[in-house]
């Protein structure tokens, strides 16, 4: 695609703009703009998402870990009924402590 005035070809968009409401992160933004640290509010955004992808993807690997050592681990099973059954045992005993706590 080129440009009317000058024959440039020029970069289509490869996204859309968006609007965001940040409420309080706005400040947050807003003083990373000031720092100089970021150009636009839409490289904050991006770092931000870079950020939030780094994480969730850090969370995932985590749980994949747990899990491969879940399955890898050789003990007996605990049915599910026994399970249960200390939960509640535990809930009354918490239920029993708070009666008498307050």
Known sequence: ???PSNNVPTPMRTSKPITVTLGP????????????AYGSASEVM????RALD??????????????EV???DQRPNI??????????AL???????????A
């Open 54 to 67: 780094r994480e969730e993807a850090a969370l995932d690997e985590i749980l994949r870990r747990k899990v």
């Open 91 to 101: 809930n009354s005993e918490q239920i029993a402590a708070d009666v008498r706590d």
């Open 25 to 36: 992160q706005q400040t947050s933004l807003e003083a990373r703009l000031n720092s100089g």
């Open 46 to 49: 991006r770092a931000a998402l």
């Open 1 to 3: 695609m080129a440009s």
């Open 79 to 88: 049915p599910a009924e026994d399970v249960f059954a200390r939960l509640r």
């Open 70 to 72: 879940s399955l890898a």
